[in-house]
């Protein structure tokens, strides 16, 4: 099945952009993205970590893999 929707297009352009350094197509983010929309919850986080939940903020291009994996400092 085929949508159309109307987006700003900044926003379409960036989204663009940031599919493509992800290899990724525009339309497989939103497909990814509505399908976790749509997904059943997960078991409720415990009340500790729903505390921590958000707090830390990472750039777009943060590699997670790449920094677990340097040696410590």
């Not at 085929?2 to 350094?21: C, F, G, K, M, P």
Request: net charge negative; hydrophobic share 40%; no cysteine.
């Amino acid at each position: 099945m085929s949508i159309t929707i109307d987006l700003n297009d900044a926003l379409v352009q960036q989204a663009e952009r940031y599919a493509q350094q992800h290899g990724r197509s525009l339309a497989a983010l939103v497909e990814d993205y509505l399908r976790q929309v749509v997904q059943e919850p997960a078991k409720p986080l415990a009340p500790a970590v729903q505390e921590l939940y958000g707090i830390l903020s990472l750039p777009a291009d943060f590699d997670y893999k790449t920094q677990r994996d340097e040696p410590a400092r």
